[in-house]
Every structure is written in structure tokens, then in C-alpha cells.
């Protein structure tokens, strides 16, 4: 395949393979300044981060380690994405007090409701390290270089002096050609102030999820609650609102197309420096099979919970998560063909070769790792998918490294407990039932699927799903592990700690379980058949990625590069814009209230709209909130380069203030991950004007409001 893409390559204009504009997740200590002035930025790189003085940097967090979400008040409120506080309003909802359907706001602070659990991380300051994480390394490989690296990273995090509410991490940047140490602070008592209802937050769900144009008002409200000194301390009813050094100012005001505008926050994990050979492999084997085994387990849950409302809640977090990649790899595949992304990498590649051979070399080694990695790749794939979504299987896979350590005598009290408070929550939001049938299918499925070389003996009975759908029923009801048999004269999801009361005896059940029989023999197989080379291959290809990665940045001296993102602090920037992703479509860069009214369906479990919503729309009744044209706006999309991670992250403007809300991007361009495409890449936002006109209009909830300064 890759030498017919070479031929073709050389048909694209020159021009396609090469442009790059914008795009790029800069570390906040190394912006490129003047092209952010240049294209409108009115304040400094100092002002949007300086270790020594309040900047822009104090008002934006990681929350819960996912997540972003940036502080509008001087009372430490928080704005992030409602399905970043999804889980939180969730847990706090049940049938008959639904916070999901219904919204929730507290009418003041006493009413804030806790989460015990949910942090939310400050970064104080970013120092490069090295020179003192590589020390030593120069001849090592692996696995001596992991140690050293590993050893070097204990060595500086304890040199460095730090309050003892701080701590520091250490990430490598430029797959390890760099590290950079962070210094942390991480609050503890973050209470949950607002949702709106889920025809609001969520609207359009998944149907719309990764979807221009966009309607969704995806906001929750939380507030950062601290010690009488304003430091990190955990719940209790005496801490007071958090006092940040420096909160956002709400603009208001209207947008216009090519407003320059910046995105600040923790973007998860992208690869854009990866071979042509990489990108093929994840386009047409690995994207595809994890998309086939999601499409699968989707539909059975999706049968189950549009006819069954406690079905609905339970799973509705699951569900939305799983749904989630599925779309976006759909997108991403799409994209990836759409923007030619093999074919530019070819060349590409040709154009390095030309100035350095030696990366000839590095290439050659690369295809040759990843041709050899191939079917393990494709395995391991299914395996790990498979797994994930088989909640049976995963079930059984936590008390399979249960069994693992407690005979190797790793098993003390505490790993005792938080096993058991992992295993009570997986209950909580688990059907057997219901899953069994997920199972059974996903079961078919790897079966037919895989290699058989990858299978264990005897694994051709599964292949029939609706033979597979009775057995695993009658395997699921004499579990222990989905809790429909009992142990110790318990149900595990029952009484948990009654099961575990005698674990000798817990242990040897578990081991004669057919659930867990069953994984084991699955679990075992892929253990010995592929995941031995798979990773081995990957230690290989991982070794070369550095290289080549280090022989990208010295070949190519035009190019300013930016290390892919891992979930640490980063700044991106780009302009308010539309786009056309196909021949006669063009999108607009913003929508509007009558668009959620467009799309309203009573009653639709996605695009149904609350009565209150209607009536403020049919009585036009919008406050400071209308733009230009009359209605309020409700999302619109920029060309900063964003990802996982980036949700909730604060949508600057020139000055620094808060103008939206990021939380998705536009599907055509979702193959940003691995290669930016300016032409199809857009990130989606909620405009300010919407979340306040729901803060105020709708959730009648001015006082919130009154906390922010608001930019007219
Ligand atoms: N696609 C967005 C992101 O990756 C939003 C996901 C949440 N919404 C949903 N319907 N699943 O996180
Ligand atoms: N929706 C993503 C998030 O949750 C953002 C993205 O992938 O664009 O972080």
C-alpha cells in the first residue's frame, strides 16, 4: 500500500502536503509571541503565564485529572463542560431526584453539594529538566535506560524545595528527548454548583456528539473550596470559597469571523509525529477493529435503555463514553483519507530523506517493525476492546489481578479496601443481565475476528451469537463475580464486605467461577500468543519513534515543532472561523437559540428542549445576551488545535477574556490527533452568551452572575 501511495503522492500539490497553519499545543513557558500578536493578541506571553506574579495561568486547572476548567469569580467558581461534571451530577442523581434530567442550582453556598474524590490541579510553575533526567543515559538501552530515567526523576523530584501542599511531576516531551518538571497544587473540596438539565447540557447527545453544526449548552458550575489560609484541604464544612490569585472576566460581547482568539488547558494525547507506515496501520487495521467491537456493544446497551429508564441512568455515563471514541475514531479514519495524511507523510518523509539519509535508515527499521507488529497489533486491538466493553470480562480481569496478588502476597488492607470501593462502584452501574448479552456478543465477535493462532483451543463454539447469547446467560447466572451466585453467604454486588469476609474461601470460588474460568482461558492465550511480541516489538518501535522524532527536528529547520500533548499544560491559538469540509457545504462559526428550537423533538430522549427554554425563546426574552442579529448565540468554531482533555478548557480572546467554553471539535477534522488539517480542523465552543443567559434566564440564578466580571 505505501508504494502506491508514493506513486500518487507525487500527483498532490506540493503546496497540500506541506501547509501547516497555525495548529500546535505550545508549552505556556515557550509561545511564539509574535505570531500570536500578529494575528491580534493585545496582551503578553508573561500575562498568560508568569511563575512570579498572578497571570492567566492561576485561573485554568485540570479537573478530576481529565478534564479542564477555568475559575470566572473571586470566589473560586468554576466553569467547566456538563459531561466533565457528568459523572459528579450523575452520582448525585437517583430515579426520583434526577439531576441529569432535571438540572440542578444552588440557590447559595450552603446548598453546594460535595464530591468526595474530585480534585482539581493548580500549576505553579514549569521548569525544563533535561539535562537532569538524561544524566547518565547516553549508552544505555532498554530496560537499564527506563531504570536510569526512573532513578534520575526520583533524584531531581526530591532536590526540589516545595511546600508540602505541592508535589512535582516529571513528563518527557518529544518521546523523552525532553523533560519538562511541573509544580503542583491540588484542592480537594470542589462542590458542585450548577447544571443545567441534559436537554440543555447534552443536547443533541450523541447523535450531534463531534457534530457541526452544534447546539449544546455543555457547561456545569463547581466552586473551589479551601482552608482558613485558602490552602488545599479535604472536605469539611468549615472550608470557605478558594480566593485565586486570578479569575476570568466573562466578554460578552459579539463575535466576529477571524477574532483571534487562544485556548488554554491540558490537552490528553496526540500523535503527530509518527511514520506514514504508523498512520496507515491505525487508518485502515487498528481504527476499524476497535469501531467494529464498540458498534456492537452500543446497540445491545442502546436497545435496553431506550425502554427502560433505570436502565438509562445507569449506564448513561458509561455509555456516553463509549460512544464517544467510537464516533470519533469513525471521524478520524474519514479524515485521515479525506486530508491524504498517508500520502503527505510520504512525502514528506521523501523530502527529510533528501536533506538527511541517515533517516532512510530509521525509516526502514520503522516499517519494518511495524509490518512485523502488525497482526499483534490487530490483536491486542480487539483484546483490549473487547475486554473494556465485555464488563463481565472486566470484571472477572480485576478479580483475575486480585487472585495474581494476593498470592504473591501483595495484598495488605488497603489494597483490600480500595479494591472493594472499585468493585462497589463497577456494581453500582452494572446490569449482569443486560451484559451478559453485551458479552456474549463481543465474544462472537473475537471470535470470528481473531487469528487463530491468537485463540484458545476449542474457541470456534463461540462464534455462533445466538448460541453464545444462552450459554453466557446460563455461565453470568452461576457467577460469583456478577454477583448472581453468592460467596462467604453473599453477593459481591450485594454485600461486599460480607463476601469478602473469609478470602481464602473467596479466592479458591472465584478460581472454579465459570465467568472467571472462562476469562482466564482468554486472558491466558493472548498472554502467550501476542502480547509478548506485541510489546516487545513496541519497546523497538518506541526507541526509533525518539530518533526519528530528534531527526524531524534537526533535518527540518523551517518548521517550529510543538511536542505532542500529554495531558500537561498547553496553550493553543487561531482564529474564530467556519469551513467548508465538502464539495457545496459550507459551515457557518456560529449558531443560535432558533437552531435548538430547529432542532427540537418533544420528547426525544436527545433533542427534546424544556418547556422554559421555549417560552424565554418565543418571548425573545434575552437579556444583555443577543448578538447583532437579534438571537443568542450558541456555540461557535475557532481553528485552535485541541483534543481529549482540552474539554472545558476557557476560550480566551485578545485580552485575556473568557469568550466560550471548549468542548468538541468538528468530526471532519477529528484526525487533528495525528494530523492537523487547517482546512477541515475546527475546535467547538459554547459562547459565554449562552451560559450566562442559562445562568440567568433560565436557571433564574443571577447570583452567580453577580460573582463575575462581566466584559460588555
Ligand atoms: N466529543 C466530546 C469529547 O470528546 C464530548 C463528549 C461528551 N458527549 C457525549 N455525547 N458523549 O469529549
Ligand atoms: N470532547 C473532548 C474532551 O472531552 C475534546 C476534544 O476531543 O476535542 O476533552
Not at 501547509?19 to 500578529?38: C, F, H, R, S, V
Not at 476548567?69 to 470566589?75: F, Q, V
Not at 438540572?103 to 446548598?111: D, E, I, R, V, Y
Not at 435503555?305 to 463514553?321: G, Q, W
Request: with cysteine.
Amino acid at each position: 500500500m505505501i508504494k502506491k501511495i508514493l506513486l500518487s503522492a507525487f500527483l498532490l500539490p506540493a503546496a497540500m502536503a506541506f501547509a501547516q497553519q497555525y495548529g500546535g499545543m505550545w508549552i505556556p513557558t515557550e509561545l511564539n509571541e509574535k505570531e500570536m500578536k500578529d494575528l491580534g493578541m493585545k496582551i503578553s506571553a508573561k500575562d498568560i503565564f508568569n511563575p512570579q506574579k498572578a497571570s492567566i495561568k492561576d485561573a485554568v486547572v485540570q479537573f478530576n485529572g481529565g478534564c479542564t476548567a477555568e475559575i470566572i469569580s473571586p470566589k473560586g467558581l468554576l466553569l467547566t463542560n456538563h459531561h466533565c461534571g457528568f459523572g459528579q451530577i450523575q452520582a448525585h442523581s437517583t430515579v426520583q431526584n434526577d439531576l441529569l434530567s432535571n438540572g440542578f442550582w444552588a440557590t447559595n453556598m450552603s446548598a453546594e453539594l460535595p464530591n468526595p474524590g474530585v480534585t482539581v490541579d493548580f500549576i505553579v510553575d514549569i521548569k525544563e529538566a533535561t539535562d537532569q533526567i538524561l544524566e547518565g543515559t547516553d549508552n544505555l538501552t532498554e530496560p537499564e535506560l527506563s531504570k536510569k530515567i526512573s532513578n534520575n526523576i526520583e533524584v531531581y523530584k526530591n532536590s526540589q524545595k516545595i511546600e508540602n501542599y505541592q508535589s512535582i511531576s516529571v513528563k518527557p516531551m518529544y518521546y523523552g528527548n525532553k523533560y519538562y518538571a511541573y509544580t503542583i497544587e491540588t484542592y480537594k473540596d470542589i462542590r458542585l454548583v450548577g447544571a443545567p438539565p441534559q436537554s440543555i447540557g447534552k443536547f443533541g447527545s450523541d447523535t450531534d456528539n463531534w457534530v457541526w453544526p452544534r447546539h449544546t449548552g455543555d457547561f456545569s458550575m463547581f466552586r473551589i473550596y479551601a482552608d482558613k489560609n485558602n490552602k488545599p484541604a479535604e472536605y469539611s464544612k468549615d472550608n470557605v470559597p478558594y480566593v485565586p490569585k486570578h479569575f476570568l472576566p466573562v466578554s460578552i460581547k459579539d463575535k466576529n469571523e477571524n477574532d483571534f482568539t487562544f485556548v488554554f488547558g491540558f490537552p490528553g494525547k496526540t500523535t503527530e509525529y509518527l511514520p506514514a507506515i504508523a498512520v496507515e496501520k491505525i487508518m485502515t487495521e487498528i481504527d476499524p477493529a476497535k469501531i467494529a467491537v464498540r458498534d456492537v456493544a452500543l446497540k445491545t446497551l442502546d436497545e435496553k435503555m431506550r425502554v427502560d429508564n433505570a436502565t438509562r441512568i445507569k449506564y448513561a455515563s458509561k455509555y456516553a463514553s463509549v460512544a464517544n471514541y467510537w464516533k470519533k475514531w469513525i471521524g478520524e479514519v474519514e479524515g485521515l483519507r479525506k486530508s491524504n495524511a498517508v500520502e503527505k507523510k510520504v512525502m514528506y518523509e521523501g523530502s527529510l530523506v533528501a536533506k538527511n539519509s541517515e533517516i532512510k535508515t530509521t525509516l526502514d527499521q520503522l516499517n519494518k517493525l511495524y509490518t512485523e507488529q502488525a497482526p499483534y497489533a490487530l490483536n491486542n486491538a480487539y483484546y483490549s476492546e473487547v475486554i473494556r466493553n465485555a464488563e463481565t470480562l472486566a470484571l472477572a480481569n480485576i478479580y483475575s489481578n486480585y487472585i495474581t496478588a494476593v498470592e504473591a502476597g501483595r495484598m495488605d488492607e488497603k489494597g483490600i479496601a480500595a479494591l472493594k470501593s472499585k468493585l462497589t462502584s463497577f456494581y453500582k452501574d452494572y446490569s449482569p443481565e443486560l451484559d451478559a448479552k453485551v458479552t456474549a456478543k463481543l465474544l462472537a465477535l473475537y471470535a470470528n475476528k481473531t487469528a487463530p493462532q491468537f485463540l484458545p483451543a476449542g474457541f470456534d463454539k463461540f462464534k455462533n451469537e445466538t448460541q453464545n447469547i444462552q450459554n453466557i446467560e446460563e455461565i453470568s447466572k452461576n457467577s460469583v463475580i456478577t454477583g448472581r451466585a453468592a460467596v462467604n453467604g453473599a453477593s459481591l454486588s450485594a454485600d461486599i464486605d460480607k463476601a469478602f469476609s473469609n478470602q481464602d474461601k473467596l479466592v479458591k470460588t472465584l478460581k472454579k467461577d465459570p465467568v472467571y474460568q472462562l476469562f482466564a482461558n482468554i486472558k491466558d492465550t493472548y498472554t502467550k500468543t501476542a502480547d509478548p511480541q506485541f510489546s516487545s516489538l513496541q519497546t523497538k518501535i518506541d526507541a526509533l519513534q525518539k530518533k526519528f522524532m530528534q531527526q524531524q527536528i534537526t533535518t527540518d529547520k523551517e518548521r517550529k515543532f510543538f511536542p505532542d500533548a500529554n495531558s500537561t499544560l498547553r496553550v493553543t491559538y487561531g482564529k474564530v472561523k467556519g469551513s467548508s469540509p465538502r464539495d457545496a457545504v459550507s459551515y457557518g462559526y456560529q449558531t443560535h437559540l432558533a437552531g435548538v428550537i430547529e432542532k427540537y423533538v418533544p420528547g426525544d430522549y436527545e433533542f427534546d428542549v424544556p418547556k422554559k427554554l421555549i417560552d424565554l425563546y418565543n418571548k425573545k426574552d434575552f437579556g444583555n445576551y443577543k448578538d447583532k442579529g437579534g438571537d443568542v448565540p450558541v456555540g461557535f468554531t475557532a481553528t485552535n488545535h485541541t483534543t481529549g482533555g482540552n474539554s472545558g478548557s476557557p476560550a480566551l480572546d485578545a485580552y485575556g477574556n473568557l469568550v466560550g467554553l471548549n468542548f468538541d471539535r468538528q468530526w471532519e477534522g477529528t484526525m487533528s490527533d495525528i494530523n492537523y488539517d487547517p482546512r477541515f480542523s475546527r475546535n467547538i465552543m459554547v459562547d459565554t452568551k449562552y451560559i450566562l443567559f442559562i445562568i440567568d434566564k433560565f436557571a433564574d440564578s443571577k447570583w452567580l452572575i453577580d460573582e463575575m466580571k462581566i466584559i460588555k
